[in-house]
T-cell receptor, first 113, second 113 residues
Framework: AQTVTQSQPEMSVQEAETVTLSCTYD???????LFWYKQPPSRQMILVIR??????QNATENRFSVNFQKAAKSFSLKISDSQLGDAAMYFC??????????FGTGTSLTVIP | DSGVTQTPKHLITATGQRVTLRCSPR?????VYWYQQSLDQGLQFLIQ???????AKGNILERFSAQQFPDLHSELNLSSLELGDSALYFC????????????FGPGTRLLVL
């Protein structure tokens, strides 16, 4: 079975600075999808960004971008110009082509004013 | 607001009981997914329905079952409840059945006493 690993249980960043959250995964599939979700204290799960494995170009969404390294099975999230509202738990997720989903254990991000 | 609604928001029940959680997907979405988020097991994918048919199954216990109705709302039935079933249960929806992004509801918090 696929596994998703987030090795940083907690991270902190100064407001307006840049932070990178790490995610690695294990799979034997060649096609799949990767996601980053944000879960603020409200517990609502919010989609941040998505990457299709067949696309070499890294996905970007405003201040959020990913570094997708398929050979290394790495999918890190970079948050630029961090804002107080970015403080949340961030989950990396893997979706296989047979619609199985696997989530990492999450990284708690603190933004320091 | 993701457009996905879940009821009830909170549920308190006793061991051995049965409960039903309800989910209404975003307008136009055909797929519904159920997840369980507990403190010790993180976020786990349970099951997916697409246009009324079961499409994928994850770590769903035999005591749990789900269905999607013709109007596309879905229900997750949890029976013979145990203390360990206490968790936040999320429903998510997407337009099609594979690959694209999911949008999560606010969750139902279940407490089994």
């Amino acid at each position: 079975a696929q596994t998703v690993t987030q090795s940083q249980p907690e991270m902190s960043v100064q407001e307006a600075e840049t932070v990178t959250l790490s995610c690695t995964y294990d799979t034997s599939e060649s096609d799949y999808y990767l996601f980053w979700y944000k879960q603020p204290p409200s517990r609502q799960m919010i989609l941040v960004i998505r990457q299709e494995a067949y696309k070499q170009q890294n996905a970007t969404e405003n201040r959020f971008s990913v570094n997708f390294q398929k050979a290394a099975k790495s999918f890190s999230l970079k948050i630029s110009d961090s804002q107080l509202g970015d403080a949340a738990m961030y989950f990396c997720a893997y979706r296989s082509l047979i619609n199985q989903f696997y989530f990492g254990t999450g990284t708690s991000l603190t933004v320091i004013p | 607001d993701s457009g996905v609604t879940q009821t009830p928001k909170h549920l308190i029940t006793a061991t051995g009981q049965r409960v039903t959680l309800r989910c209404s997907p975003r307008s136009g979405d055909l797929s519904v997914y159920w997840y369980q988020q507990s403190l010790d097991q993180g976020l786990q994918f349970l099951i997916q329905y697409y246009n009324g048919e079961e499409r994928a199954k994850g770590n769903i216990l035999e005591r749990f079952s789900a269905q999607q109705f013709p109007d596309l709302h879905s229900e997750l039935n949890l029976s013979s409840l145990e203390l360990g079933d206490s968790a936040l249960y999320f429903c998510a929806s997407s337009l099609q059945s594979s690959g694209e992004s999911q949008y999560f509801g606010p969750g139902t918090r279940l407490l089994v006493l």
